[in-house]
């Protein structure tokens, strides 16, 4: 449960995203040469240029270079993956048919298999943002969980044969949702001790979850189905204009999100699931995956080893770029990479010259992680570590920048690579 000062600060985040909406986003989808021909079922990023995707056949593909260009890893193994995460850039795990599990510690230039316990299929993979011990995974009729980095795994709760769990979300090193067939969403936080049972309207087969944070996340199904949570536990339907089946869904804040499904079906929001505008898409394979940057920057991956990249905007941060007097300009620069190279390793903001800011960071799954009074861009600026000076991992981060006495507020993200 979270505290009341949690909640609001939270609650706060979120008024402060609606009140900076974007437009709907603009993709320029490019069809990238994957180097198979498999069906591509799950991708994980850990920053904006480095990933991986899973498929059938024992496939791994990972990139460098934002999706342009894909290696194909040697997995040692022939039965079809279906889920894969990272915690970090070498850090790794997938799941398959069978029960394999796989795991790496090189970033995938070597995978070891390691022993489920179980022979049932399994399709989804999360580890804790916190602690790359804490992993749970999910499958038919099972529920898995490891708290030493999956050298060992347990079997948790108790599902009937019929029930087959597609998806599961770790949030932190306690709690966890996943979803699967006839509506079965269930919710966790004591580490799976004890699993609750939350009642969807509709008894459809739900095949992802992806949760912002504790309180707000989405799942989406057969049919066009798509449920939205604001308060960690009370789903509600919003209206796809499609019964094509959603397979997967992926944010970059609470308002703005995009959903892939069956036959080049591709749905984005960006008032929080109010509206679901329907994107064409150069395809009309099943799209099984998406991870959405920003609003132009997104990788979907599909039936037939298809990935398709829409690039974007190259981020940049540099001091030496001419300043925009525009306020709203004040995250123009949207990237961090503290190496101590001497370029961009500090977050450099478009200020001026305001001595009493508030600037606060929060992670994805909206804890604040960070907070700086009187940001200034040179003594006072953020260099990538957390309120104790630890560095933080690689990934998208948000924050909320204020000017007190002249009533101004900024919601903007920024994305941190080592």
Same mark, same amino acid.
């Given at each position: 449960m979270f505290l009341l000062n949690e909640f609001l600060m939270r609650?706060?985040?979120?008024?402060?995203?609606?009140?900076?909406?974007?437009?709907?986003?603009?993709?320029?989808?490019?069809?990238?040469?994957?180097?198979?021909?498999?069906?591509?079922?799950?991708?994980?990023?850990?920053?904006?240029?480095?990933?991986?995707? %899973?498929?059938?056949?024992?496939? $791994? @593909?990972?990139?460098? *270079?934002? =999706?342009?260009? /894909?290696?194909? #890893?040697?997995?040692?193994?022939?039965?079809?993956?279906?889920?894969?995460t990272f915690f970090d850039n070498t850090t790794g795990w997938c799941v398959g048919d069978n029960g394999v599990i796989l795991k790496t510690h090189d970033g995938g230039t070597s995978w070891q298999a390691l022993?489920?316990?179980?022979?049932?299929?399994?399709?989804?993979?999360?580890?804790?943002?916190?602690?790359?011990?804490?992993?749970? %995974?999910?499958?038919?009729?099972? $529920? @898995?969980?490891?708290? *030493?980095? =999956?050298?060992? /795994?347990?079997? #948790?709760?108790?599902?009937?044969?019929?029930?087959?769990?597609?998806s599961i979300e770790a949030l932190n090193s306690n709690e966890a949702w996943t979803v699967g067939e006839q509506g079965v969403a269930l919710h966790t936080v004591d580490s799976g001790v004890n699993w609750v049972i939350h009642t969807t309207l509709f008894a459809d087969d739900y095949f992802d979850v992806n949760m912002f944070n504790g309180s707000y996340g989405w799942m989406v199904g057969d049919n066009g189905k798509i449920n939205n949570t604001v308060d960690g536990g009370t789903w509600l339907p919003q209206t796809s204009n499609t019964t094509e089946h959603m397979h997967a869904i992926s944010f970059y804040d609470t308002l703005n999100a995009v959903i892939v499904g069956h036959n080049g079906t591709l749905l984005q929001t960006s008032d929080g699931g109010f509206n679901w505008n329907i994107q064409s898409f150069p395809s009309p394979e099943n799209l099984n995956d998406v991870i959405f940057f920003d609003d132009s920057t997104a990788v979907v991956v599909a039936d037939n080893g298809k990935i398709y990249r829409s690039p974007g905007n190259v981020p940049q941060n540099?001091?030496?770029?001419?300043?925009?007097?525009?306020?709203?300009?004040?995250?123009?620069?949207?990237?961090?990479?503290?190496?101590?190279?001497?370029?961009?390793?500090?977050?450099?903001?478009?200020?001026?010259?305001?001595?009493?800011?508030?600037?606060?960071?929060?992670?994805?799954?909206?804890?604040?992680?960070?907070?700086?009074?009187?940001?200034?861009?040179?003594?006072?600026?953020?260099?990538?570590?957390?309120?104790?000076?630890?560095?933080?991992?690689?990934?998208?981060?948000?924050?909320?920048?204020?000017?007190?006495?002249?009533?101004?507020?900024?919601?903007?993200?920024?994305?941190?690579?080592?």
């Open positions: 609650t706060f985040v979120f008024f402060c995203l609606l009140l900076t909406c974007r437009s709907y986003a603009q993709f320029s989808w490019h069809l990238q040469n994957s180097g198979v021909t498999v069906h591509l079922n799950s991708t994980c990023f850990t920053s904006k240029t480095v990933g991986w995707v %899973a498929g059938d056949q024992g496939a $791994i @593909l990972h990139t460098t *270079d934002a =999706g342009m260009n /894909w290696i194909l #890893q040697n997995s040692n193994e022939i039965n079809d993956l279906n889920g894969i022993s489920s316990g179980v022979t049932n299929n399994l399709y989804s993979i999360s580890c804790s943002y916190l602690d790359p011990n804490i992993l749970w %995974a999910c499958g038919d009729a099972t $529920i @898995l969980f490891s708290s *030493d980095g =999956g050298s060992s /795994w347990t079997q #948790q709760f108790n599902l009937p044969n019929s029930v087959v769990l597609y540099s001091p030496d770029t001419t300043a925009i007097d525009d306020r709203n300009q004040i995250g123009d620069y949207n990237l961090i990479t503290p190496n101590g190279d001497g370029r961009n390793d500090l977050l450099y903001l478009n200020l001026k010259n305001e001595p009493e800011n508030i600037f606060i960071l929060y992670n994805r799954l909206g804890v604040e992680v960070h907070r700086i009074i009187n940001y200034d861009n040179n003594l006072v600026v953020w260099d990538g570590t957390d309120k104790n000076g630890r560095p933080l991992c690689s990934s998208t981060y948000f924050y909320v920048f204020k000017i007190p006495e002249i009533g101004f507020v900024k919601s903007d993200w920024v994305e941190l690579i080592r």
